[in-house]
């Protein structure tokens, strides 16, 4: 039988975690007239925390964590909606590790050098030469550009693309970059290892789609309990608790799954058709959920600069990194499980 309830420890850890979100990053960043700045500036605590080594060895530098531990902090992530270059950095520095470059590997842990993620945009090609054009994510100060698919992960300098002028995006709290690659060679290649590097990746991803799902979650039912009409709180009549329990609902399975993914995972055992069922279910649930909160604050939440619209926004972003939601139930019908 397997248990999905965080140990004493994992709690203690993401209660620290969350602890030091909630003090230096709160959601009002990103309102501020540069949305970066907040999380620059704490980049170096960040990284002095260990947060890009989660599950690499002590030995090399990294925190030593599992992977049901870095679920959980990336799950954390995800709620106070932090950079994908978080993640980005987190994946160069596994790379890294795995393809014994203690020089790049130091870099990253020290929050010295910083990653992010680059998105192929039609007919790119992903290798140990890419080629074609990419979507530059929140790239203002990287170092390194992460691309993965299901062929593999690789890890290339910035300075490898031809760089057009930032554009505006649907997430305006990121920055976004098109980038185009001409047979641009890859520093590290992890062809051979794609289906561990890729699945683990999809895995981060998909702990912090669940914690955008349940911000909004969150988000909706506090403002359910103060907003008023009729003189009592919406979240007294029947259509609002709906809502809401909806949400609840969705955030739940989406967890559960994801949880029972990396149990599996850290395991050493296979979860790749898991992950992919948890990748739909999370994917599904942070946009879901982020048009639910949208809806629970009525015309409030219809103003584009109000917070449910950051939840709505990072979902749909999140959703497209590393495949988006039907590329993965294209994968999950393809998997030998598919038909148990």
């Known amino acids: ?28 960043r990103l309102h501020a007239a540069d949305p970066a700045a907040g999380e620059a500036r704490a980049w170096q605590a960040m990284a002095d925390l260990g947060w890009f080594g989660l599950n690499i060895d002590e030995d090399l530098g990294g925190s030593g ?63 140990k030469e890419s080629d074609g054009g990419f979507w530059l994510i929140d790239a203002a100060v990287a170092d390194w550009i992460v691309l993965w698919d299901d062929r ?6 910035k300075a490898a693309f031809t760089l057009a002028a930032p554009e505006a995006g649907l997430d305006w709290t990121l920055a976004l970059q098109k980038g185009e690659l001409n047979k641009g060679a890859a ?10 590097l890729a699945r683990q990746a999809n895995l981060l991803v998909t702990a912090m789609l669940v914690g955008v799902s349940e911000g909004a979650r969150d988000m ?11 003189g009592q709180p919406i979240g007294a009549f029947q259509a609002v608790k709906h809502h809401c329990a909806n949400m609840a609902v969705l955030s739940e ?68 990194v590393g495949g988006d939601l039907r590329h993965h139930q294209r994968r999950l019908l393809a998997e030998p499980n598919a038909a148990v």
Request: charged share 15%; no cysteine.
């Open 1 to 28: 039988m397997v248990s999905l309830l965080p140990n004493p420890d994992q709690l203690q850890l993401v209660e620290s975690v969350t602890g030091f979100l909630a003090a230096e990053l709160p959601l009002a």
């Open 65 to 127: 964590l599992g992977l049901a531990e870095s679920a959980l902090i990336f799950r954390a992530f995800g709620r106070h909606l932090l950079s994908p270059s978080v993640l980005a950095t987190a994946i160069a520095a596994r790379l890294a590790a795995q393809a014994g470059r203690p020089d790049l590997l130091t870099a990253l842990l020290a929050g010295k050098s910083r990653a992010a993620i680059a998105q192929a945009r039609g007919g790119a090609v992903i290798g």
């Open 152 to 157: 593999g992960v690789a890890l290339l300098q």
């Open 187 to 196: 520093t590290i290649w992890a062809g051979d290892q794609a289906a561990l």
């Open 220 to 230: 909706g039912v506090a403002y359910a309990k103060v907003r008023e009409q009729f």
């Open 253 to 320: 399975a989406a967890w559960a799954q994801t949880a029972y993914s990396a149990v599996r995972e850290t395991e050493g055992q296979d979860a790749g058709f898991d992950i992919t069922a948890a990748r739909i279910l999370a994917a599904d649930a942070a946009i879901r959920n982020g048009e639910t909160n949208i809806q629970v604050h009525g015309g409030i939440g219809f103003t584009a600069d109000a917070d449910p619209h950051l939840f709505v926004k990072r979902a749909h972003l999140l959703n497209q």
